[in-house]
């Protein structure tokens, strides 16, 4: 067969919400599909700091900050922090409406003692309010916001009461950013998602690699499982929601697999052939 690229989401699907690690079914499929000839990349919305712990399994580059950080065989094709002045209007307009927020460098998240609070208080459902919710408790370089320095910011993380503005929040900055709900089946408590600037995505990291690499768009498998993969996912060749996934995410992908737990990663890599046994 063809070789393939392969994209894979981090946060409920190749590693469980909750979990640090991936299991080990996922790992051996990740080298098996390697060791075949396919090339292996993170696609993901963590900033690429939160990467680290999962580089060590071997990843040929990475998709990361939603698409505003993109990196292949150590090389860095995309790389588009937003402007200070964007960014401290995100913020004004996100604490106009009722949000707390933390914003995402490359070298770690910075967020006020409030988001923090609202992330570990959250009973929301959603793989994505999972994984920030266990996240904010972890040594994943998470700070406070007065020990930011002004580094670069890629991405917005927000989160709020029911009773926060979001119709006011997506007047005033959706023409700017992808105003991204995390856990908009969930029906759980908060109102949680990103602000994610619309001149990158998933999809268009997908695309930025298939081009440095001189691979058609048609050889590429992407997994995912929030709605922060739609692009993604309606971008590859072949797009996997998990099955544990946003409904939404379901009906506009080519496939659905088991729970990364459950082998899902592994089985879904031998179904398409990209290893065998």
């Known amino acids: 067969m063809e070789k393939k690229l392969i994209f894979l989401d981090i946060d409920g699907t190749l590693v469980a919400p909750g979990r640090k690690e991936p299991p080990e079914s996922a790992v051996r499929a990740i080298r098996k599909a390697r060791e075949n000839g396919h090339r292996v990349f993170l696609c993901t919305g963590r900033n690429y700091a939160m990467l680290e712990p999962l580089l060590v399994y071997g990843f040929d580059g990475v998709v990361a900050s939603a698409g505003g950080y993109v990196r292949c065989g150590g090389k860095t094709l995309y790389d588009m922090p937003m402007p200070d ?48 919710r266990e996240a904010v408790k972890s040594d994943l370089k998470f700070c406070s916001i007065d020990e930011y320095d002004g580094a670069p910011v890629y991405k917005i993380m927000f989160i709020g009461r029911s009773g926060a503005d979001l119709a006011g929040l ?37 695309r930025r690699i298939c081009e440095y690499l001189n691979v058609p768009v048609a050889d590429t498998v992407g997994f995912g499982d929030s709605m922060n993969d739609l692009a993604m996912l309606e971008t590859v060749g072949v797009g996997v ?3 544990d996934g946003e409904e939404a995410l379901k009906k506009i992908s080519d496939l ?5 737990e459950e082998d899902g990663i592994y089985q879904m890599f031998h179904l398409l052939g990209l290893i065998e046994g």
């Open 85 to 132: 002045g964007t960014r401290d209007r995100a913020v004004q307009a996100l604490e106009k409406a009722g949000f707390a927020w933390a914003i995402e460098c490359l070298n770690g998240v910075y967020g006020t003692e409030e988001n923090f609070a609202l992330m570990a208080e959250s009973r929301d459902k959603g793989s994505e309010a999972r994984w920030w």
């Open 170 to 206: 997506e007047r005033e900055l959706g023409g700017e950013f992808f105003v991204c709900l995390q856990s908009i089946f969930a029906k759980g408590d908060h109102i949680h998602g990103e602000l994610i600037n619309r001149a990158f995505d998933k999809g268009a990291g997908v």
């Open 241 to 243: 929601c998990m099955e």
């Open 256 to 260: 659905v697999c088991s729970p990364v």
